[in-house]
């Protein structure tokens, strides 16, 4: 038997899958037969060996599959393999922490033959359930427009509201969470809104990128802290291009850049509309523009207006 659980939405794919191990576990006390593989530093042989190998215990296997899709042999080899492994009594899992790509013939094939399940981002009507179940289950209630107001700030980031749902927990010990009780332990996702100008930036929509930049500052945002988050967002960027220019596949890059998971996956593929010297230019220009800013040379808004004028 094959699942294949996969998804954008990495928070509720990693608790579905928890969901099952901890299911297969209840069945199976020994755990000896619980087995992780991650084809980026295994062969598909060393996975056939675990299951040709006899249990003790004569347990039902279970096999955690990751990064298939990042490794082409082991991605032909199981492919070849797939009505084999079908019609096995162990089970296994393939779990990809993202969306893989849907035109592989691999993916195709796994749609057919595996019980499937995708996370996909929720949207607002459903994020905002999932937000009050989560309280639910902590015993606290929100209000609607402190429910409008977290979801607006948090966006469907669901590591970061997780997050965010305890802090509000612990606060709110009783009663009902309040819009003041976000306003005051909630940062607004700013990392959002600057990370969608600069898509705007790099779909040469100009017009769109100032519109985005001037509510921050009309809000009141202070210039050189969005001038430090737009830094942060072209930090991130150079970090994964210098990756994926060494050929690293995305699970790679993903364990090597240091980043959180929904910062890479955010990246990775707005990466390909840059070059790495557009990147460095526009990072040195930054930096030149921060300088500027701090010694009096230019003022904040000009600057960032030109920023964005030159990217």
Excluded at 37 to 44: G, L
Excluded at 58 to 78: G, P, Q, T
Excluded at 118 to 123: G, P, V
Excluded at 153 to 168: G, R, S
Aim: aromatic share 10%; glycine share 2%.
């Amino acid at each position: 038997m094959i699942y294949f659980i996969y998804g954008e939405d990495s928070y509720r794919s990693k608790r579905k899958l928890e969901e099952i191990i901890l299911g297969y576990k209840k069945v199976h006390k020994s755990g000896m037969n619980l087995i992780y593989i991650d084809a980026q530093e295994k062969k598909f042989s060393d996975m056939l060996d675990n299951f040709r190998a006899v249990s003790m215990f004569f347990e039902k296997k279970l096999i955690v599959l990751r990064n298939l899709f990042n490794n082409a042999k082991f991605h032909e080899d199981f492919l070849e393999n797939l009505k084999g492994l079908e019609d096995m009594k162990d089970i296994i899992i393939v779990y990809e922490d993202c969306l893989p790509d849907q035109r592989t013939k691999l993916f195709k094939a796994l749609q057919k033959t595996a019980k499937c399940q995708e996370f996909s981002f929720l949207q607002p009507a459903m994020l905002k359930k999932w937000v009050v179940c989560e309280l639910d289950k902590n015993k606290v209630k929100i209000n609607p427009d402190a429910l409008d107001l977290l979801v607006s700030f948090v966006k469907n980031d669901l590591w970061k509201m997780a997050n965010e749902i305890n802090k509000l927990s612990s606060y709110k010990m009783a009663g009902f969470i309040k819009k003041e009780d976000v306003e005051l332990l909630v940062k607004p996702g700013i990392e959002n809104d600057i990370f969608k100008t600069v898509d705007a930036l790099a779909s040469k929509d100009k017009k769109q990128a100032l519109s985005l930049l001037h509510k921050h500052l009309e809000d009141g945002d202070a210039p050189l802290y969005l001038l430090s988050m737009i830094s942060y967002q072209f930090r991130n960027l150079l970090i994964i291009k210098e990756l994926q220019d060494a050929r690293l596949p995305y699970a790679s890059v993903a364990k090597k850049s240091g980043l959180h998971p929904f910062v890479v996956q955010k990246s990775y593929y707005l990466c390909n509309q840059f070059s790495m010297p557009q990147l460095k230019k526009i990072y040195l220009k930054i930096f030149q523009i921060d300088s500027d800013i701090k010694t009096g040379k230019i003022e904040p808004e000009t600057a960032l207006d030109l920023l964005l004028a030159e990217i």
